[in-house]
T-cell receptor
Framework: DQQVKQNSPSLSVQEGRISILNCDYT??????FLWYKKYPAEGPTFLIS?????DKNEDGRFTVFLNKSAKHLSLHIVPSQPGDSAVYFC?????????????FGKGTHLIIQP | DTGVSQDPRHKITKRGQNVTFRCDPI?????LYWYRQTLGQGPEFLTY????????KSRLLSDRFSAERPKGSFSTLEIQRTEQGDSAMYLC?????????????FGPGTRLTVL
């Protein structure tokens, strides 16, 4: 049973514009959420995280928003750059919190067009 | 290079054979994780070590799978009597547990193909 869901398999955005990647979850007990980015033939790379007690976290061009009532989070990338083309995964702790393994969504393939 | 390394990067085997993969975590990290990723899916958690203790296993880790981390450093994942359904990318990750939210650092993975 998928606890973390990414319903858009792919997203195409023009260079310089905003990219918005969405993620829904079912477990209201998740302590935190993370976003990972993956290039072909490489392992996932950590991008940004957010605690369940916050509604926003920002790091440079990347901002994650959390809406707990809707069980929804989103990753905003502004402005989008060609190097942002990758698969993005939303993740949460497998057992809810702590130093657990992570449960991942299926990913969204972001394509930045020139 | 001080990142997570995995060996081999690719493995092709015949159904029924045993395979073993190795993961070397970032040296100061005491937590080590194994995941499996199949096409079109995100990584799926298999198991987790803190130092040499295996603390958690998912239901995906069938009896044919065994993982060890004998001295709390590198880890091995063995699959016995491989099946075609075992074909996947096997990812290893490590963390120090000291980050805010358990950021895990992944290796490049071992791609297993079972013929």
């Amino acid at each position: 049973d998928q606890q973390v869901k990414q319903n858009s398999p792919s997203l195409s955005v023009q260079e310089g514009r905003i990219s918005i990647l969405n993620c829904d979850y079912t477990n209201s007990m998740f302590d935190y959420f993370l976003w990972y980015k993956k290039y072909p033939a490489e392992g996932p790379t950590f991008l940004i995280s957010i605690s369940s007690i916050k509604d926003k976290n920002e790091d440079g061009r990347f901002t994650v928003f959390l809406n707990k009532s809707a069980k929804h989070l989103s990753l905003h990338i502004v402005p989008s750059q060609p190097g942002d083309s990758a698969v993005y995964f939303c993740a949460a702790p497998y057992s809810g919190g702590g130093a657990d393994g992570l449960t991942f969504g299926k990913g969204t393939h972001l394509i930045i067009q020139p | 290079d001080t990142g997570v390394s995995q060996d081999p990067r690719h493995k092709i085997t015949k159904r029924g054979q045993n395979v073993t993969f190795r993961c070397d975590p970032i040296s100061e990290h005491n937590r080590l994780y194994w995941y499996r990723q199949t096409l079109g899916q995100g990584p799926e958690f298999l198991t987790y070590f803190q130092n040499e203790a295996q603390l958690e296993k998912s239901r995906l880790l069938s009896d044919r799978f065994s993982a060890e981390r004998p001295k709390g450093s590198f880890s091995t994942l063995e699959i016995q009597r491989t099946e075609q359904g075992d074909s996947a990318m096997y990812l290893c990750a490590s963390s120090s547990g000291g980050g805010s939210y358990n950021e895990q650092f992944f290796g490049p993975g071992t791609r297993l193909t079972v013929l």
